[in-house]
């Protein structure tokens, strides 16, 4: 298993309050991502980032911004959380040079309810 | 953006069965990867393809990137219960760019 951890698991949070989801991995992958999963859409991109202090947006990251000041650590932030923004949220890591053409391995997901 | 028509949505079969599930898209992808999420975990890689054509198999798995690049079907033979889960096609248009664009996945369920 690729060696990806996502923190909190799960978190209950109030509309308006701001949440920070963490991604640590331990590959030294070069790009890191962060996606959501909700019914009937699939899994949508937010961010992601293809290197320290690189990052781009993804089809949904309206209400969402990122960081990444460490190759292992990319940072989730939600600034004033509402109701929409609950959701399963994945990480996930890749490197153009494994495996050649950049696979996609996934974090358990974390689970963020917005109240 | 790119789109994903990936079909059936779902599909509920009896142990031993053979299944089949297919991604068809209206841009071209370089790359074609099949993903299967169990239950409160995230996706996990179960076959990458990367070439025009190619067919690839991983046990009972049987995936083929179509001829027009367009495409993509899944095939699982002989079904056990712990084939259940969704399963999701993505396709990746490659060259510099290393996003993947995902279909809505397959829900699967196997009736022992």
């Known amino acids: 298993d690729a060696g990806i951890t996502q923190s909190p698991r799960h978190k209950v949070t109030e509309t308006g309050t701001p949440v920070t989801l963490r991604c640590h991995q331990t590959?030294?992958?070069?790009?890191m991502y962060w996606y959501r999963q909700d019914p009937g859409h699939g899994l949508r991109l937010i961010h992601y980032?293809?290197?320290?202090?690189?990052?781009d947006k993804g089809e949904v990251s309206d209400g969402y911004s990122v960081s990444r000041s460490k190759t292992e650590d990319f940072l989730l932030t939600l600034e004033s959380a509402t109701s929409s923004q609950t959701s399963v949220y994945f990480c996930?890591?890749?490197?153009?040079?494994?495996?050649?053409?950049?696979?996609?391995?996934f974090g358990e997901g974390s689970r963020l309810t917005v109240l | 953006g790119q789109q994903l028509n990936q079909s059936p949505q779902s599909m509920f079969i009896q142990e031993g069965e053979d299944v089949s599930m297919n991604c068809t898209s209206s841009?071209?992808?370089?790359?074609w990867l099949w993903y299967k999420q169990d239950p409160g975990e995230g996706p996990v890689l179960l076959i990458a393809?990367?070439?025009?054509?190619e067919l690839t198999s991983n046990g009972r798995l049987t995936a083929q990137f179509g001829i027009t690049r367009k495409d993509s079907f899944l095939n699982i033979s002989a079904s056990i219960p712990s084939d259940v889960g969704i399963y999701f096609c993505?396709?990746?248009?490659?060259?510099?760019?290393?996003?993947?664009?995902f279909g809505k996945g397959t829900l699967l369920t196997v009736n022992p």
């Open positions: 980032s293809y290197g320290v202090k690189d990052t």
């Open positions: 841009s071209i992808f370089n790359t």
């Open positions: 996930a890591i890749s490197d153009p040079t494994y495996q050649g053409t950049g696979e996609l391995f």
């Open positions: 993505a396709g990746q248009l490659g060259g510099s760019n290393y996003k993947l664009t």
């Open positions: 393809l990367y070439k025009a054509g």
């Open positions: 590959e030294n992958h070069r790009y």
